[in-house]
């Protein structure tokens, strides 16, 4: 019980701690807190550019629709529709920009390798 005691003890000391050194750390000379930040680091006030990066690499279309060489049309068409729906936009309309561009993105270079394959391009 003594144990659990001062277990309590020690979180509620560290709590005011933290506390305290926020309000500290935050208040500026003129007395108006201010957001802490790290030093280095800075704000960013127009619109935030996406973090995800995109390298150009060539696809063979085979690896893209995830078949061997020398697949039949039937099978082409199937990894075609399975990929299709796989990678629908419409699917991920609630997560973020980047999320929605790269099933885009992958849907188009499954077209792409449908076409080259199936011999429309």
Do not use: C
Not at 83 to 99: K, L, R
């Amino acid at each position: 019980m003594a144990g659990l005691l001062r277990i309590v003890l020690l979180a509620a000391v560290a709590m005011f701690v933290t506390r305290w050194l926020r309000r500290m750390l935050s208040a500026s000379p003129s007395g108006q807190a201010q957001k802490p930040t790290w030093p280095g680091t800075r704000e960013s006030t127009g619109p935030t550019r996406s973090k995800l990066k995109v390298l150009p690499f060539p696809s063979d279309p085979h690896e893209v629709l995830g078949l061997e060489p020398g697949a039949s049309d039937e099978e082409i068409r199937q990894a075609y529709k399975d990929g299709m729906a796989e990678n629908d936009p419409g699917q991920v309309s609630g997560m973020a920009d980047e999320i929605r561009e790269l099933a885009q993105r992958q849907q188009s270079e499954i077209e792409a390798a449908y076409r080259q394959l199936m011999g429309e391009e």
